[in-house]
Nanobody
Framework: VRLVESGGGLVQAGGSLRLSCAAS????????MGWYRQAPGKQRELVAG????????NYADSVKGRFTISRDNAKNTIYLQMNSLKPDDTAVYYC??????????WGQGTQVTVSS
């Protein structure tokens, strides 16, 4: 499997970004998927998840109401719409299966930097 994240960048607090993750591999459409992030000096954390069919989502409390995860199984792609960004959202964002051990692989991630 390969996971390629994109869409990160530098944005001011209160701004928005939309991340994309293109996945290869036959297991994508049957896997729950998620967006994870890792800030400097902190452990990687799961911030949003979506079931294989896209019918159910869940979010970390820190992003609830601001982030929206979605997926397009026809395109083997998942998305993360991030609104009302805060400096605390600054991190490298990764997509992966839930649990990540399903793939045993991490992409390069995409850097999100939110300035105050």
């Amino acid at each position: 499997v390969r996971l390629v994240e994109s869409g990160g960048g530098l944005v001011q607090a209160g701004g928005s970004l939309r991340l994309s993750c293109a996945a290869s591999g036959s297991t994508f459409s049957i896997s729950a998927m998620g967006w994870y992030r890792q800030a400097p000096g902190k452990q990687r954390e799961l911030v949003a998840g979506i079931t294989s069919g896209g019918g159910s989502t869940n979010y970390a409390d820190s992003v609830k109401g601001r982030f929206t995860i979605s997926r397009d199984n026809a395109k083997n792609t998942i998305y993360l719409q991030m609104n009302s960004l805060k400096p605390d959202d600054t991190a490298v964002y990764y997509c992966n299966a839930i649990p990540s051990i399903v793939t045993g692989y991490w992409g390069q991630g995409t850097q999100v930097t939110v300035s105050s």
